[in-house]
């Protein structure tokens, strides 16, 4: 296959996701293009050096614009806080890139249409980082709801809880400023919102309910200053989703205990499942139609049988982990670029998904059902 | 103890849980009033003779109004479909009797205002059959909560999932009947609402989306006509408590695969705690101050340790069953007959939660939140 | 039906077990000989006082012989220390009473031959206190082994763990008396031999190492005297079925955090068991003909469709408790005397179960392999 | 960092993971050598091509001697069969190669130790593929117990369950050789005896109970044919440590529904562990000290504060999945290699290993114990 050139921008939990996910993926998948690792850029020029020493760079910037403009490369890859991925998406849009970007990709449905329509009309591939939609075992779980198995949908209650914001002593940043991050529903909102369309298409109404649990926090890493909270530490919404079911979806960053709590139940008339992101190789099943003495749920848990789960090992149970999905995802990027299967998430998704949250924090305001359109 | 006089109507699946359950609390119970069976009544004849011999009632009756006037009784225990339960309640509160509800105890919250204004007014002692909350597991979660152990709470996740009416084939019957049943809201709802209550406290707001998943069934059991479904099948709440913090309900009788899933997950700022009735002998507790190298959901298993639980067994992990949730019931019950401690839930707290299944409904029909007042 | 006489010797864990047991069974089994319960003794005047009040025997005495001798008397039910079941046994016996005997019988396979032998010669009924293998979920996993459903069974894995001896300041007591008690191997590892034996039928070879953990222990409660221990406070078998496969059994009373681990693991070539007694209501259940993609273990959750569930509780998931395992045997119990079905175990298995443990005993003092005969 | 020069010997399962996790430890490990991938070796051409396609090797051989000889590798990773390791091995070491080699490393102890004495006067570092100690949570777990948080150990059941030969139509092949493979006590056996002396060091004694449950096998994939087979199917060990207390182990390759059930639960007289390799970021822990109240096992979940799970992923609970034990495997050996400290398992250690396996297998045709010098 052929090669294909990766700037990466940012080297902070996503960059390095990005970047092992890039390293790794043509010993995984043996079809796919060879990522070729030409630039990573970080305004934090020893940090972008250090990256590109770890990863095998052939440069590093400190300057953006410097990966965007490389002729040599096709991919770049958006890892950087939520407010600074339109200006870089457009610009990379513009010059032909296909762009990789984290999630949300924009703060506000508007911002993620504009990207979405820059991205279609020029015709590049776009994938947005909602991972945990990677793991076969979803992959698994959404052919079953495709293929009728478990009947009609009822409900789905889905949760994105963690406890990364309870101290009411981590500092402020960018995920709290409203104008750039948006709170739990924007952050891990956007993730759950994001499985439940995977498994069961659009959402069409709302009604939701946020609070802000932690008023007001360090301005600042240290800080003895404290700045006022405006975003939400847990959302809760109700939805309505097209195919007629309703359902409950939480997003809550104040949950103490709970480290990845991405979660759902989901039942139809025929079956149910049920899934946590805290044990991903698993995914519980039941069949209404089981004998009756030996029905339960069951526990599948993930292997060769479940792709692409056998390219990283051709032994069931022995589990993949947060990067292996990453890895996926960034396969599925490649061979949508080669000419293959656009699986998405593109930014028209992330676009959908927006507009739930979107609507989500507009209903809480106006403490009112909102649709969506 | 002094003897007491038990007067049971009704003998389905409640008639006899209440009737094990008197049985049963004096030899589990060493300091409780010992209950005298004294009368079963059902309409069914053959039905309340097969029970009076099977619990060793003295007599049987078709008529209920025996059991109310029989000045042999001091407790009428009342377990018939709830239509029923005002003019029996308020019969037996007449006759000076205590009460003994199952629940729900009236079918809107007028009702149960009614019936305990006339217990209270008669100064007789009122309990209703939330059984689950009698978990002496509960009683610790409950003490957590109280005690501040978890800090501020910030959260309540609550479901009550089952799947007995999730075949489409299920017939009518009066828990369908919009005037008596009220759905699962009222059915199974209630149960959790009145969970939410005793471990939280007052609910002051909701917004509550229901919904009708099978839209017809057999008019009667085997009957080939269909009856349309007038109430509904799922409920799905958004709450605020007195307290500040919001949180999730869930009722849910089409919950395909659920046996008994009276679940929550309740989060502080200091601490969490995970339950279900699936497995009822177990609480999962969190603490924010634990060693971060070994910290983690710790799995408490209900002992001796968690009074009552040595009373029914004096070794740890043994388990209690559904039945002894019943006996301890009916142990406190009389326990506060007896002068000791009251702690219903009475036609009070009936009402309370009455209230809140009420506010649920209007608020799914109005598509707008509710207050309760 | 009719009523049927019963005298209790013994006050403690298990004579309270019992009490609870022929008070509870014939409001929970409709068709069940009626116990009335005539008499208890305790050698402790004021504990078989207490016990008569709180249970309503008729009479209680401190002289084990007046239970035996009393005409109206029909079942003796012996729940004292070890040592004395043998006398007490073979008076009852003498006096043609069926005998109720909490295990182990004996301490030694002689004296448990012994008794056996005398009951049978008297014809008298004999019920032993294996309560747990009463568990209607344990009846399934047995009707499925004996029905192929599992194929050829492979393996066992056999574990009843506790840490009530854990402490090392727990006092000495009977069950640490090598004439008397006999250790873990004998208190609880009857328990997982008898479980083993009820699944997959005889044991032929045992391979066994008992440990002593707790060197020595107050020789009272709260003595400062310390007397060494001569029991196994561990014993680990390997054994061999009649059957043909192998296993692993352990009786372990000092596994710190275990509570009731009584668990094991079946496997056959056709499908697989999974059971712990800390989750008593649950079976999980593999078969190796599922789909692949869809596969794994199912957790089967004990309902109506496990008789005698569905005596306890119309609706399934609801759960049983440990007393309720107790009022099974009792049922079965007396069912048998009234000509029906002998489940047992009987004295005769228990004799089969007590020269399983003498020959681990003996196997780990000798340090090679022993046959059963 | 300096470049090292990398030769995999073997294109299956293992040298895959091997190939993944040279690729990937740069990435990970900042400060790791960093490996070149230069030469991969199958005796099938194909197989070799494919693979140094995939992976990024500068060449591919069908003779391992071309990896042994050449000057610019300074690693030889052998991953063929067992039966082939030992000359390779040699031949790499007399080369003064580093070897990393797949388990069990030879057929027999006798071996082991030859390989071992050649690897030690030689001065190279030698790495064995025992891979799932390389976990972060038993890493922990080892902590745990050499710093005396679980008090005095008092027992260790042990077990490494598949079922990838249940079928009896699963062919013959190199791991049924008695001659080379041994077995499940060798093939997976292996891994729980080195995870048992991870933790708890030295096992000195061994009564073992070795079971072949299918009697024959197709000869060859897809041959009508059968040949007998000679190894175990199961391998059930009761062991004694060198620290004094015992436990068990079993090995089995026809477990039905299992398919990574490399599971422990370690007793001490303080504390306790429970593990399942089939939920790799877990681990159960309870203290003897906690409040009784609120004791139980907690479920610890792996994150960046347990070293090196920090190096893949800054966030906990997002899990380390199989190839990321390998890639720590590897960055151990590199780190090792690059004289920093030496974790093993070495050569020695796994002649070590390989002498409880021949104890066992010895100890199971004698039907006694077995002492391990």
Redesign the interface.
């Known amino acids: 296959m052929r090669d294909i050139g990766i700037g990466i921008i940012g080297t902070g ?1 996503m960059g ?2 990005h ?2 996910a890039y ?2 993926v ?3 998948f ?1 079809d796919s293009p ?1 990522p070729v690792l030409q630039t990573v850029a970080d305004i934090d020029g020893a940090a972008a050096q ?1 990256a590109a ?4 760079f052939r440069r590093w910037q400190t300057d953006w614009r410097a990966v965007v403009e490389d002729p040599g490369i096709e991919i770049v890859s958006i890892t950087t806080p939520t407010l600074a991925h339109r200006e870089m998406a457009l610009a990379a849009i513009a010059a032909g890139k296909h762009v990789h970007c984290e999630k949300p990709i924009a703060p506000d449905a508007g911002t993620a249409r504009e990207m979405m329509e820059a991205a279609e009309t020029a015709g590049v591939v776009t994938q947005v980082g909602y991972n945990y939609i990677k793991n076969p075992i979803l992959k ?1 779980a959404r052919s079953m709801v495709e293929a009728g198995e478990l ?2 949908i ?2 789905f ?1 889905g ?1 994105h ?2 406890d ?1 914001m ?3 002593e981590a500092p402020h940043g960018w995920r709290l400023d409203p104008a750039g991050g948006g709170g739990a529903i924007a952050d891990i909102g956007s993730h759950i919102i994001g499985l439940a369309r995977f498994l069961l298409g659009p959402i069409t109404e709302v ?1 939701a ?1 946020l ?1 802000t ?1 932690v008023a007001s926090r360090p301005a600042a890493p240290g800080a003895s200053e404290r700045r006022a909270v405006e975003v939400d ?2 959302a ?1 919404l ?1 939805v ?1 989703f097209a195919r007629g ?4 979806i ?1 997003a ?1 960053w ?7 709590q991405l979660a759902f139940e989901l ?6 499942l049920v899934f946590t ?4 190789n ?1 995914l519980l ?2 069949r ?1 139609d ?1 004998d ?10 993930a ?1 060769p ?2 792709p692409p789960y056998g390219l ?13 999905l990453k890895t996926i995802e960034v396969a599925e990027f490649l061979a949508a670029i080669a000419g293959g299967e656009k699986n998405g998430p593109d930014f028209r998704e992330a676009w959908e998904i927006q507009k739930v949250v979107d609507a989500a924090i507009d209903s809480s305001r106006a ?3 909102r649709r969506i359109e």
Chains 1, 2, 3, 4 share one sequence.
């Open positions: 939990f390095k996701a970047a092992f390293r790794a043509a010993g995984i043996p060879r250090k020493a770890q990863f095998g698994l009947g009609d009822t409900g209650r949760i809880a963690e990364y309870a101290d009411a009604n309910d609070q649990m530490d847990i809760r109700t309505r079911c309703g359902g409950t939480e809550n104040v949950a103490t205990g709970r480290k990845m039942t139809g008339s025929r079956g149910s992101q805290e044990r991903l698993e099943h039941y209404a089981g009756p003495q030996r029905n339960g749920f069951a526990r599948i848990e292997g049988q479940h990283f090992c051709v032994a069931p149970g022995h589990q993949l982990g947060f990067n292996d403490r009112a059902w």
